[in-house]
């Protein structure tokens, strides 16, 4: 009996033996790689490498020019020559990390007999109207007709003539053997006005580098943005004294609809329009003596935006930046109201812009009759003046500044459009350049993030909006270098979207997210209490297995 217990107590430490291995090869083999599993971080791969080379931004911005000698402009051996092409590169480093080469592609040739056709008519006198040959230049090239002395297609006093689409006219200088060198120069004074500058660029760039030129804040456009909001308020302080009627939706579709169908290509843009009462300035006006009338100072003038701005409401419901074009109407007891700038001098057009905020014009009500009693008056506004100060505005915002011509320049009117070819491949290079320069820094700051928290989840369509954000970054920085402007503009612009979607993606919120010392404090009670038994066995076990190794030896030696 005593025999057949101990065998039996052998038999079920062997059983306990073989279950505690069990428990912990299951634990070891099976639980740990499953839970390490079920509980990493899913973090899918991202371009790290071309988000690097992002950072740093070498632009080469590409503009094809054509120049077309006309008729009897060159001597015979020159125009033999024709046609050629030769390349022009000016570089203008910014920073260790930022450069921006200017290459011009010039190709020179004769003028086709259709164009000769026109070029050869005899301008209108006295009415500025040049008619130039009808052309589809795409966006950012440039075409530069080149004519003699002697013709007759511009005024004598007219050295230069810049079109509203990509083409201008220059006269050769006279008495120049090698004409082909003198227009040199005037084909570069072109470029200038016509395409990019080294300030538009630098502009763009602000971002990246400080502000090299301080005082320059009021050329400060909005920022490039998917869209823009633009309101025009109408502030009404005395409505008792004023009915002031305004015909905006057709002042709208006559001379702010022609310049957005245009800019419509940059952004989505959407207009309208209010009407606020009893909405006063937020500074009291100074009554000027010997002029009878009240005065705004320029000092003034930053106190006048904020308490404004509270009773208009656009901003604060708008996912794109608001411009706000204000036409305010004195009270009765502050008329007439004028604008006086830094120099004391009354502003002609009595109105103001505050960079990436908007404008505001004082209308003056001419004063009513010394019989006149009856009140409210009817005011009916002169729309045009209106118009004329806001849509100037509404393009230094967008950042369309007036560019200074050349002596002996003639300039083609826009007429209604607001906006020509050439400023609008203006606002384009600028709008990719900064595009691009917005894609890398978001991207960078993404990446240095994730790598910064390991434990933050990447998912797979976070990772596809980084990837497709790098390629179209990419595609447009090549399409720059290839001159094709709108299609580096449109790639531009998927760029800054994927970028976004990307960076602003829910589940990168790192309050989503535990530290390292919580999650001990969440497993440890899971794993503890199973652990512990299976670590007890392991070690009973190993303590037993040097005990019988032990008493083996001893038995050994006693033999």
């Not at 909005?222 to 009627?245: C, M, Q, R, W």
């Not at 009500?365 to 100037?392: G, Q």
């Not at 906006?419 to 993404?446: G, I, K, M």
Request: contains cysteine.
């Amino acid at each position: 009996m005593a025999a057949c217990g101990e065998a039996m107590d052998a038999a079920e430490k062997a059983r306990g033996k073989y279950a505690a291995l069990s428990f912990a090869t299951i634990a070891v083999v099976v639980g740990l790689p499953l839970w390490w599993k079920t509980t990493e971080t899913n973090r899918a791969s991202l371009p790290y490498s071309e988000i690097s080379n992002l950072d740093s931004l070498l632009f080469q911005l590409t503009v094809p020019i054509s120049v077309v000698f006309a008729k009897g402009t060159l001597l015979g051996d020159q125009e033999r020559k024709l046609p050629f092409k030769e390349d022009q590169e000016a570089e203008t480093p910014l920073n260790p990390k930022t450069s921006v080469t200017a290459h011009y592609q010039i190709s020179y040739r004769r003028a086709t007999p259709q164009e000769e056709q026109v070029l050869s008519r005899v301008s209108g006198q006295g009415t500025g109207d040049v008619a130039l040959p009808a052309q589809e230049a795409p966006a950012g090239s440039l075409t530069i007709y080149v004519i003699p002395s002697s013709s007759r297609l511009l005024p004598q006093e007219i050295t230069m003539y810049i079109g509203k689409q990509r083409s201008a006219v220059i006269r050769a200088p006279r008495g120049t053997a090698e004409v082909q060198a003198a227009v040199g120069a005037q084909i570069q004074q072109v470029t200038r006005v016509m395409s990019f500058s080294a300030e538009s660029i630098t502009g763009a760039l602000s971002d990246r580098m400080p502000i090299l030129q301080p005082g320059t804040e009021w050329k400060r456009p909005f920022k490039s943005s998917l869209g823009y909001e633009i309101t025009f308020s109408l502030l009404n302080p005395d409505p008792k004294a004023h009915d002031v009627h305004w015909d905006i939706e057709e002042a709208i579709r006559l001379y702010v609809e022609p310049l957005l169908d245009k800019l419509r290509l940059v952004a989505e843009i959407s207009v309208d329009s209010q009407i606020l009462y009893y909405a006063a300035l937020g500074v009291v006006p100074r009554f000027d003596a010997p002029s009878s009338s009240y005065i705004l100072s320029a000092h003034s003038l930053p106190h006048v935006i904020n308490p404004v701005e509270a009773r208009l409401g656009s901003s604060a419901a708008s996912l794109y930046p608001v411009l706000n074009f204000l036409l305010y109407i004195p009270e009765r007891s502050h008329s007439p109201l004028y604008i006086q700038d830094k120099n004391g001098a009354a502003v002609p057009t009595n109105a103001f812009h505050s960079p990436r905020w908007g404008g505001i014009m004082v209308y003056n009500v001419e004063p009513e009759a010394a019989n006149e009693t009856s009140f409210p008056r009817r005011v009916d506004m002169d729309m045009a003046r209106v118009m004329e100060v806001f849509l100037a505005q509404l393009r230094l915002l967008f950042g369309i500044l007036p560019v200074p011509l050349p002596e002996g320049t003639l300039l083609e009117s826009f007429g209604n459009e607001g906006l020509s070819a050439w400023e609008l491949d203006r606002l384009l290079w600028t709008r990719t350049v900064e595009n691009v320069a917005t894609v890398a820094t978001t991207l960078t700051s993404l990446a240095q993030l994730l790598e910064k928290i390991s434990n933050i989840v990447i998912q797979d369509d976070v990772a596809s909006q980084v990837f497709h954000a790098v390629e179209s970054a990419q595609k447009a920085l090549q399409d720059l270098g290839t001159g094709h402007l709108e299609s580096a503009f449109q790639a531009s612009k998927e760029a800054i979207m994927s970028s976004e979607r990307a960076f602003f993606d829910p589940s990168l919120l790192h309050l989503l997210y535990f530290p390292d010392d919580q999650k001990f404090a969440i497993y440890i009670p899971l794993f503890l209490p199973m652990a512990v038994p299976i670590l007890l066995s392991l070690v009973k076990i190993l303590r037993e297995a040097r005990q019988n190794k032990k008493a083996e030896k001893e038995a050994t030696k006693m033999d």
